[in-house]
């Protein structure tokens, strides 16, 4: 991954990743790591907390990444574009709120679904040119980090 050091024009951006993203979006990895560690070392008092953190942190942050899509779409004049973006950027915090009234088994089930299909709309994103070809970058390292937390999470849960 090519990680930018110093602004050097719009087509750098479009190609190399800033460094704030990559770190940022790294150390944005731990709130979903260890409430794993804790489940899987079995603490029992511990359980019921780790479970709330995974699943209310990844909820924030499906919110979150749905709504790159809408900051994507600030200076869109195609009304089309427009709508398809906005449209597609309220459905991961719709999800993502319907998982926090659930238990957190099948909450965090239906955010490893949502993350799955985020991806699937940044890559799409990206490949037309509606997002940097480094977010696509990030977005793939990201998404496998949260998922195999997720998952991780799920399997402990047996």
């Given at each position: 991954m090519a990680v930018m050091t110093s602004p050097k024009g719009s087509d750098a951006m479009a190609t190399t990743m800033p460094a704030a993203a990559l770190w940022l979006g790294g150390t944005g990895l731990?709130?979903?790591i260890a409430p794993v560690v804790v489940l899987w070392l079995g603490w029992p008092?511990?359980?019921e907390p780790a479970w709330a953190v995974l699943h209310s942190y990844a909820a924030v942050i499906l919110s979150f990444v749905g709504a790159i899509h809408w900051g994507a779409a600030l200076r869109e004049t195609d009304t089309g574009r427009l709508?398809?973006?906005m449209g597609w950027s309220v459905i991961p915090a719709l999800l993502a709120w319907v998982t926090l009234l659930l238990p957190h088994a099948y909450g965090v089930a239906l955010l490893l679904l949502g993350f799955a299909?985020?991806?699937w709309m940044d890559r799409r994103a990206v490949a037309l040119g509606w997002l940097p070809a480094w977010y696509g970058q990030l977005r793939?390292?990201?998404t496998s980090g949260v998922a195999a937390?997720?998952?991780l999470a799920l399997v402990q849960a047996g």
């Open positions: 731990i709130p979903f008092a511990w359980r709508w398809q973006a299909a985020q991806y793939r390292v990201l937390c997720l998952a």
